[in-house]
């Protein structure tokens, strides 16, 4: 079972966006989500964190522009992103929090993603 992103798309510098990510239907809670991205040429890092408790932790890049969130109870993320420039053109992913789990674990939950890509 994979995650299914969507909400991407293009939009103008300034602008916004907001991806949501739904569950892969694992049947337990997976405790702390997080958002990555990948741009082109470059590794996918995460940008956002959020755990069943609602703490959030956001790379410096995308703090104070983007806002993550989660739907208690389901494996569902959010991503809330504003003033969007065109360095975060980037296909964007969500998955279990690397920073809490193995890549063993989460390395089957990788969906397709969504291209979100933000230019004049």
């Known amino acids: 079972a994979q995650f299914v992103e969507s909400g991407g798309g293009l939009v103008q510098p300034g602008g916004s966006l907001k991806l949501s990510c739904e569950s892969p239907?694992?049947?337990?809670?997976?405790?702390?989500m997080a958002w990555y991205r990948q741009a082109p040429g470059k590794q996918r890092d995460w940008i956002a964190r959020i755990d069943n408790g609602g703490a959030t932790n956001y790379q410096d890049a995308v703090k104070g522009r983007f806002t993550i969130s989660r739907d208690n109870g389901r494996n569902s993320v959010y991503l809330q992103m504003n003033n969007l420039n065109p360095e975060d053109t980037a296909v964007y992913y969500c998955?279990?929090?690397?920073?809490?789990?193995?890549?063993?674990?989460?390395?089957?939950?990788w969906g397709q993603g969504t291209q979100v890509t933000v230019s004049s």
């Open positions: 239907g694992y049947d337990r809670i997976i405790w702390a």
């Open positions: 998955n279990a929090d690397s920073t809490y789990y193995s890549s063993l674990f989460y390395s089957k939950f």
